[in-house]
């Protein structure tokens, strides 16, 4: 099996050509070139089953570019399966699937599909009509009266750009002055996407804010049946209430569980997704989102025991799904940089050092992988040089205050 692959330098790409090179496929990467046409590095790269290296004009900038380019390269290349792996590759990738998929299967669905996926907006309307709980929301249009808005609402409350993946386009807000400021912010904010196929920072949603646990359920389906997932929370975040997991565990949540199902029953999904709810004080999943991609923690359900970008190359071929359960209670790290950021944040220094890097806990594994130690190097030098870029802006600042 000959696989494409996007978006080296995200981790979950490594984790996904790790997956599918110890099974025996000649897996190839995608990357980007910026602006000057120079090619652009990514830690996937690094990996010993990375077989080939091949570059397409970044869709961030030029989505049109992107699809002729990987149209070109799926025609010459010939490949059995193509596997987008974040949002900026999904959302074309599918847009376009009237060309892509006569060149090569990928296991997602349509773009109607998709698109209501990835609009925050439309798939809490879609989860109260599946009776799946979400948290109170409305859509804040320019020159809205947010007095008027904020009526049932009690502080903190939360802000959401409508498309955006991660916490870039999540905002809390203490009290009213603060959500205003955010409000006016968006508005003076330049459109990073003009089209807003990936991300859309017009009409934010405001939502309660939901205090508890965040469990996420990552899952392949056909024609809204799951057919394998996985369920997990996140035990350690950054920021720690309610960012990105640094250190997650899977876990049995039946709760969660059952309304990740019915959501993707709903929807009639086909394909990789992934189900994020928050836990409210009476012990109800709040959905969060339905993210239309392969998740940041795609390394843990692997090694939990679900391969699903195999199983996204078997349904994408046409081939008899397989079903496998997994592991309980298995906990992953990120160690480079995010365990060193998250030390460095903690109040408890030692504990969370403990957490991280300790080889002593058990169960738990983490991106590291010595056998393949390719990425891992990338991570760290990439890491390194960052710090060393901060030290010379830092530098150069003080010289200009002080010539001042």
């Known amino acids: 099996m000959k696989v494409l692959t996007t978006n080296p330098p995200y981790r979950n790409t490594t984790a996904l050509v790790r997956a599918l090179g110890r099974e025996g496929v000649e897996v190839h990467v ?4 910026n602006p000057k046409g120079v ?3 990514g830690q996937a790269f690094h990996s010993k ?11 961030r900038r030029d989505m049109d570019g992107f699809v002729d380019d990987l149209c070109e390269i799926l025609d010459r290349e010939r490949f059995d399966v193509l596997l987008p792996v974040s949002t900026n590759t999904v959302i074309p990738v599918s847009k376009h699937a009237d060309r892509i998929r006569p060149l090569c299967p990928f296991p997602f669905p349509d773009y109607d599909k998709v698109e209501a996926a990835h609009n925050k907006a439309t798939m809490i309307r879609i989860a109260e009509q599946a009776g799946v709980g979400v948290p109170r929301t409305r859509l804040i249009e320019p020159g809205a009266d947010l007095d008027a808005l904020l009526e049932g609402y009690v502080f903190p409350v939360i802000l959401k750009t ?11 807000a203490a009290t009213k002055d603060e959500l205003k400021a955010i409000v006016e912010k968006l508005e003076r904010k330049p459109q990073s996407d003009p089209t807003g196929e990936c991300t859309d920072s017009s009409s934010p949603m405001l939502q ?3 205090p508890g646990r965040i469990y996420d359920i990552p899952f392949i389906a056909q024609d809204g049946e799951v057919l394998a997932h ?10 720690v209430d309610g960012g990105s997991g640094m250190i997650n565990k899977t876990c049995d949540f039946e709760p969660a569980r059952k309304a990740a199902f019915d959501l993707v029953k709903a929807t009639g999904w086909t394909g990789i997704g992934l189900v994020e709810f928050k836990m409210d004080t009476n012990g109800v999943p709040r959905l969060m989102e339905l993210n239309p991609k392969f998740w940041g923690t795609l ?5 939990a025991g679900v391969n699903f970008p195999l199983l996204g190359c078997q349904q994408a071929m046409g081939q008899p799904v397989s079903r496998p359960d997994y592991t309980r209670g298995l906990r992953y790290r990120w160690m480079i940089p995010d365990g060193i950021r998250t030390v460095q944040a903690s109040e ?19 991106e590291v992988w010595v056998r393949d130690f390719g990425p891992t190097k990338f991570a760290v030098d990439q890491m390194l040089a960052g710090r060393r870029q901060k030290k010379r802006s830092q530098k150069a600042a003080a010289a200009r205050a002080a010539a001042t």
């Open 30 to 33: 995608l990357g980007f070139t």
């Open 39 to 41: 090619e652009l590095d």
């Open 49 to 59: 089953y990375c077989v080939g290296k091949h570059f397409s004009r970044d869709p």
């Open 162 to 172: 409508r498309k955006g993946g991660g916490s870039n386009g999540v905002f809390p």
């Open 208 to 210: 309660e804010y939901i």
């Open 230 to 239: 996985v369920v997990q929370y996140r035990e350690r975040m950054l920021p």
């Open 299 to 303: 390394d843990l359900s692997i090694q």
């Open 348 to 366: 408890d220094r030692a504990r969370a050092a403990w957490e991280f890097f300790s080889p002593l806990r058990p169960k738990t594994t983490s």
